[in-house]
């Protein structure tokens, strides 16, 4: 038994964790210190993080480069209200940024993560055209089975699901379109001009090319494209939540580089400051700036955060940055993208496995166990549960299972990644449904 100061037994004496049914859920593991792609625990047992801790993980934990940035900014200057001030490392972050993502981006909105992100973005969108006397345009247009964050506005344009059932009535309308997966491009097409004959349509927003807990459902950026292009014909606004997808997992420094379309706003977190520190961005084109300019200042975006534009963060960003367009980062990624591919070629179509996925260092086997799964299945939990037998951070969502590491993961690690999912493709095989038996979030 652990002793009685276990920091795990002091955790579940205190706090609250996310996704948790905290009633059966087992104590949670505690870690203690992070070097590279890997997470120790208190009792000095290793876990490769296969996750990225959430995906915000880029250049592995407790990365020396930005430890040393973030520390000579504490020392230099920790906060400062962002409301008629500024400071060096929120200039200089928004310049490096604008001169990377696409030409029409002009300015950064600061926030705090990708759920405030999307809030300013929806904000962004309804305020143009309130501010341009088109106060009728008010709907959404988003994929089924999205997810953009956990805040209101966020929920609302998210699929309506497990996780957002009690708060339902207190969310405001959208217009869902089917996902443009390879084969079903036309349909959605279809869907998305019906739609644009409405005149109450104001914005559409999409996770570009690959719909993170949807499954890691992936779809084309010629699709994209021509979505945004129709979008824009009809004057919609569209904003690409690059808040998973952005700092070079699908590839490309961002997914938006993929398009010959380009979005009006798109939304950052995550991978930012490289899974230091919490911090949001939201960039728009400058049409969208220009709109909220007035001598009324009613006019004005009031939206903020106490911690809008921390120095200290920036600073972080400014350093994961720095490592992200550095080639040794570029060669990293191009490893992890051919190791996922071998793999993929050689498990695609063995019994067990329904489809696999890949784009960038993103991998996504969906497995087959004979029916249908949901998130809170008996054998998403087995999966998470073998996982950690073999000292893997995985977090299946349902029977799909995905890898999204940390780019300094070594070809030895993503070994031992692709054993763990071999292993799961026998346990599907020899896997036997209980349909009686309640299903139960254990994580």
């Not at 792609?37 to 009792?43: G, H, M, N, Q, V």
């Not at 480069?65 to 001030?85: D, K, N």
């Not at 090319?209 to 004057?235: D, F, I, K, N, W």
């Not at 070629?345 to 166990?369: C, N």
Request: charged letters at 20%.
């Amino acid at each position: 038994m652990p002793q009685l100061t276990s920091l795990a037994l002091r955790d579940a004496a205190v706090l609250w964790h996310p996704y948790t049914q905290m009633q059966t859920a087992p104590l949670p593991i505690p870690i203690v210190r992070g070097e590279g792609s890997w997470l120790i625990a208190e009792d000095g047992t290793r876990y490769l993080d296969a996750i990225s801790s959430w995906w915000v993980n880029l250049h592995g934990h407790s990365h020396p480069a930005i430890a040393e940035r973030v520390s000579e900014q504490l020392r230099t200057l920790e906060h400062v209200l962002f409301a008629g001030f500024t400071h060096p490392t929120a200039v200089e972050l928004a310049e490096q940024l604008l001169a990377l993502l696409p030409a029409n981006q002009a300015r950064v909105f600061y926030s705090d993560n990708g759920s405030t992100a999307v809030e300013v973005a929806l904000k962004m969108v309804l305020q143009y055209f309130h501010n341009q006397d088109q106060p009728a345009r008010r709907t959404f247009l988003c994929f089924q089975n999205s997810y953009h964050g956990d805040t209101f506005g966020a929920m609302a344009v998210s699929a309506r699901g497990a996780f957002t059932e009690p708060f339902w009535p207190l969310l405001f309308d959208v217009q869902f379109l089917d996902v443009p997966v390879p084969g079903h491009e036309a349909a959605t097409l279809a869907q998305l001009d019906e739609l644009l004959r409405r005149s109450d349509v104001a914005g559409f927003i999409f996770e570009p090319l690959v719909l993170g807990t949807a499954g890691m459902v992936m779809y084309e950026p010629e699709v994209l494209s021509e979505m945004l292009r129709r979008c824009h014909q009809a004057g919609v606004l569209c904003i690409s939540d690059e808040v998973m997808t952005g700092f070079g997992r699908t590839g490309p420094l961002f997914a938006s580089e993929l398009l010959t379309e380009q979005p009006d706003i798109m939304c950052f977190s995550k991978g930012l400051t490289g899974g230091t520190m919490a911090m949001g961005l939201t960039t728009c084109a400058a049409p969208v700036y220009e709109a909220f300019l007035s001598h009324d200042k009613m006019r004005a975006l009031f939206h903020g955060h106490s911690y809008t534009a921390n120095p200290v963060a920036c600073a972080a960003a400014l350093a994961s940055l720095e490592l992200t367009r550095a080639d040794e980062c570029t060669h990293q990624r191009q490893r992890i993208e051919a190791a996922h591919a071998a793999f993929r070629r050689e498990i695609e179509g063995q019994p067990g496995i329904r489809a696999v996925r890949h784009r960038g260092t993103i991998l996504a086997v969906e497995y087959d166990p004979g029916e249908g799964t949901s998130y809170f299945s008996r054998l998403r939990d087995a999966f998470y549960q073998l996982a950690l037998d073999h000292r893997v951070v995985l977090r299946p969502l349902g029977n799909v299972v995905y890898l999204l590491p940390p780019y300094c993961t070594t070809d030895e690690e993503l070994g031992l990644l692709y054993d763990v999912l071999r292993r799961m493709r026998h346990l599907v095989l020899d896997f036997t449904p209980a349909p009686n038996l309640p299903e139960i979030l254990h994580d």
